[in-house]
């Protein structure tokens, strides 16, 4: 069974501050998947990666897939208080169907 | 378009009770799936349905049975809650080949 660590657990910064957070794996990674949580609803997606050494960038967040394809890291630049919650990555693990989830990165920016 | 719904958001059950959680969405997607969420164990799944007509066990399925009534809904039934059951509870779907799962925004589930 593919495990999915996420450090670190907790992360509280303030506003304008960079932060990353990691996502590691037991196994090759198949196509990772990285979503955010705010608080009191469901996970919304914010980018897939699934080429070794893959960097992706969606406005001050940037992803990065390691070339070995067990880790990757989302970097925040200038976090701001909107960018509060749970960070979860996920993998299918080759499955067709199922996705496993990391048990996530709760992200706190304080104004 | 309201994406993926889920009832109810809350509910209060007692120890041996029985209740179905609803989840319908508009999205045309061919799979759906049922997740629980857990503080520090973050998002496990129940159990999923490749497409209309079939079901299949998760991670975490024993307590629970589930119904792809159509292509559209899919249902979660607890046929005698346990405390062990309380959680939140999230529905998503997805298109079979697009890996995005879209999710619902969660029934909060409290078994006393």
């Known amino acids: 069974t593919q495990l999915l660590e996420q450090s670190p657990q907790f992360l509280s910064i303030q506003e304008g501050e960079n932060l990353t957070v990691y996502c590691n794996s037991s196994?090759?990674?198949?196509?990772l998947q990285w979503y955010r949580q705010e608080p009191g609803e469901g996970p919304v997606l914010l980018v897939t990666v699934v080429t070794g050494g893959e960097v992706k960038k969606l406005k001050r967040l940037t992803f990065q897939f390691g070339d070995a394809r067990k880790d990757s890291s989302l970097h925040i630049t200038a976090a701001q208080p909107g960018d509060t919650g749970l960070y979860l990555c996920a993998d299918s693990g080759g499955s067709n169907y199922k996705l496993t989830f990391g048990k996530g990165t709760l992200l706190t920016v304080n104004p | 378009n309201a994406g993926v719904t889920q009832t109810p958001k809350f509910q209060v059950l007692k120890t041996g009770q029985s209740m179905t959680l609803q989840c319908a969405q508009d999205?045309?997607?061919?799979?759906m799936y049922w997740y629980r969420q857990d503080p520090g164990m973050g998002l496990r799944l129940i159990y999923y349905s490749a497409s209309e007509g079939t079901t299949d066990k998760g991670e975490v399925p024993n307590g629970y049975n589930v119904s792809r009534l159509n292509k559209r809904e899919f249902s979660l039934r607890l046929e005698s809650a346990a405390p062990s059951q309380t959680s939140v509870y999230f529905c998503a779907g997805a298109r079979a080949q697009g890996w995005e799962l879209f999710f619902g925004d969660g029934s909060r589930l409290t078994v006393l």
């Open positions: 196994s090759v990674f198949s196509s």
């Open positions: 999205m045309n997607h061919n799979s």
